[in-house]
Structures are given as C-alpha cells and as structure tokens.
C-alpha cells in the first residue's frame, strides 16, 4: 500500500536552515508529481510546492519563493523540500502528499507529517 | 493568485442530518475542485476530486457539485465519525490554493 514518511523536522533557530524528507513506498515513484503542503498550528492548510514526476517542472508559493527548493531523487524513492532562511511564519506540520495520475494538483495520499519550528 | 470561499467556517448538526457546505472560487477554475476531511491529529484525507467524483473507498453519502466558481459538499446523512474539519481545494492553477476551512461540530 502507498506510504509516505516524512522526517527531518524540529526546532531551528530563524535565519537557519532545515531539510525535510519524504519516503515514498507502493507506488512507482518516479511516475507520478508530488507536492508539500503545511498547516501552522490551529490553522488552515498552505500549499507549498511542487514538483513533476521526472523533476523537470516544480513551483511554489510566494510565501516560500526563493528560500525553499524541492527536489526528488528515484533511486532512493524520496522527496525532499530543502528551507532556508527560515522564518517565524514557517512553523508549521508539513505534510508531503502524492498527486492523482492525471489530475493535476489533486492529492490522494498524505504522509502523517514533519513538525517544523521556528522560535520567534 | 485564485481565493477559495468557503461557507459557512462552522455548523453545528446532529447525526442523521443532510449537511451542505460551499465554496466559492474567485474566477472561473472548471471542474478542478478537492475536496478533503481532517480530524484532529491527522493528515487530510481526499473524499472528491474534479468537482463531483468520490474517490475509492469513501462513503457514497458524500457527493460534490458544481463548476465554474461555485462548488457544494453535500453530506446527506452525517454519521458520527464525519465530525471534523472539511476544505475545498483549487487545482487549476498554481499556487493551488485552499478555502479556510468549515468545522462540522455536534449539536
């Protein structure tokens, strides 16, 4: 069945930097788009970024425009979302998700999430 | 960037009841509507996709409607363990963007 697992949260000072991961299992990896999605404590859902299945197209939020990077590697199965400058702002659980075959933007599996904290 | 609207942000309904919530797009974005449910604790979970189609494993008492700006989740018969916290979801353009969410509590 499909997995996800993230890992690589916890606190971090602002200004610093912090990388998640997610480990895809029971799917083909490499066939399909992923995204990150966050949800600051007592809020709504944000998305944040995106990446093709091959790595050949990504995008991002204006929020975390030019400080975060997502990448994928397929020979360890796994999607990474590389923060920089971290702010305050920033905390939140991140979620990596799994992108419907087909339809675009659309996510049918989530991982159970990476808490980030950045102290204000 | 397209806003999602999402109405009400609570309602409050007893087992058994037809529960309908809406969400409203800032332009037109088709049929690219999600919507998801997530309780406490947990990561969200897909019930719609496209507007109108259920996704595999999720009760039929969930349907969706809608296409252009305006969109409807409709539970026709609220089951205990539908408490929780329900968005919509644009995909047709990125930044993908969420409505703010509508909290289905127990009257």
């Known amino acids: 069945q499909v997995q996800l697992v993230e890992s690589g949260g916890g606190v971090v000072q602002p200004g610093r930097s912090l990388r998640l991961s997610c480990e895809a299992s029971g799917f083909i990896f490499s066939s399909y788009g992923m995204h990150w999605v966050r949800q600051a404590p007592g809020k709504g859902l944000e998305w944040v970024s995106f990446?093709?299945?091959?790595?050949?197209?990504?995008d991002y939020a204006d929020s975390v425009k030019g400080r975060f990077t997502i990448s994928r590697d397929k020979s360890k199965n796994t999607l990474y979302l590389q923060m920089n400058s971290l702010r305050a702002e920033d905390t939140a659980i991140y979620y990596c998700?799994?992108?419907?075959?087909?339809?675009?933007?659309?996510?049918?599996?989530w991982g159970q999430g990476a808490l980030v904290t950045v102290p204000s | 960037d397209i806003q999602m609207t999402q109405s009400p942000s609570s309602v409050s309904a007893s087992v058994g009841d037809r529960v309908t919530i809406t969400c409203r797009a800032s332009q037109s974005i088709s049929s690219w509507l999600a919507w998801y449910q997530q309780k406490p604790g947990k990561a969200p979970n897909l019930l719609i996709y496209a507007a109108s189609s259920l996704e595999s494993g999720v009760p039929s008492r969930f349907s969706g409607t809608g296409s252009g700006t305006d969109f409807t989740l409709t539970i026709s018969s609220l089951q205990p363990e539908d408490f929780a916290t329900y968005y919509c979801q644009q995909a047709n353009s990125f930044p993908l963007t969420f409505g703010g969410g509508t909290k289905v509590e127990i009257k």
């Open positions: 990446i093709s299945y091959d790595g050949s197209n990504t």
């Open positions: 998700a799994k992108q419907i075959l087909g339809y675009r933007g659309i996510t049918h599996y």
